[in-house]
């Protein structure tokens, strides 16, 4: 693929995860979503259904790691790349969701920060924004040393 290509295609996935963004409130159920964006420190913790906020959260996880993917596959073309970003996806999703819930049920009214942000890992596709960097210069060393 050629180098254009690649960036038109790039672009347009970044785009895709926009828009994810910017239908969250219609796509997927999060009564967080407000708690968070408001005085979430004088606010009571809202009241959620933890199954669908679970599937909510697995539904969107999906979505940015599929596009997520697809970006550090243009961007690299190498299959070793992506098998190491879908082990440490699906390993940071166990964790973090776990941490979220155990936090969202426990801790909430104590840890507001710690909360937020294990949350905006699983919502927002974070991972691709450390990824990409960090596989370039990989790539950049290894082509030094050779």
Same mark, same amino acid.
């Given at each position: ?58 539904? $969107?996880?999906? +979505? ?6 697809? %970006?550090?596959?243009? @961007? &690299?073309?190498?299959?070793?790349? /992506? !098998? ?34 294990? $949350?905006?890992? +699983? ?6 924004? %450390?990824?990409?960097? @960090? &596989?370039?210069?990989?790539?950049? /060393? !290894?082509?030094?040393?050779?």
């Amino acid at each position: 693929m050629g180098k254009i290509w690649k960036y038109i295609v790039i672009g347009f996935l970044f785009g895709l995860l926009v828009l994810i963004r910017a239908f969250e409130n219609e796509l997927f159920y999060d009564p967080f979503l407000n708690f968070f964006k408001n005085d979430y420190l004088q606010a009571a913790i809202p009241d959620y259904e933890a199954w669908s906020l679970f599937f909510s959260h697995v539904f $969107r996880y999906v +979505l940015n790691m599929i596009v997520s993917l697809a %970006i550090i596959y243009i @961007a &690299f073309e190498n299959i070793h790349v /992506i !098998k190491f970003s879908l082990g440490l996806y699906i390993v940071a999703f166990v964790i973090l969701v776990s941490l979220y819930f155990y936090l969202i049920q426990h801790d909430l009214a104590e840890d507001y920060l710690l909360t937020f942000y294990v $949350r905006r890992f +699983l919502i927002q596709p974070l991972f691709v924004l %450390i990824l990409l960097p @960090a &596989f370039y210069y990989q790539r950049k /060393i !290894k082509n030094e040393e050779v």
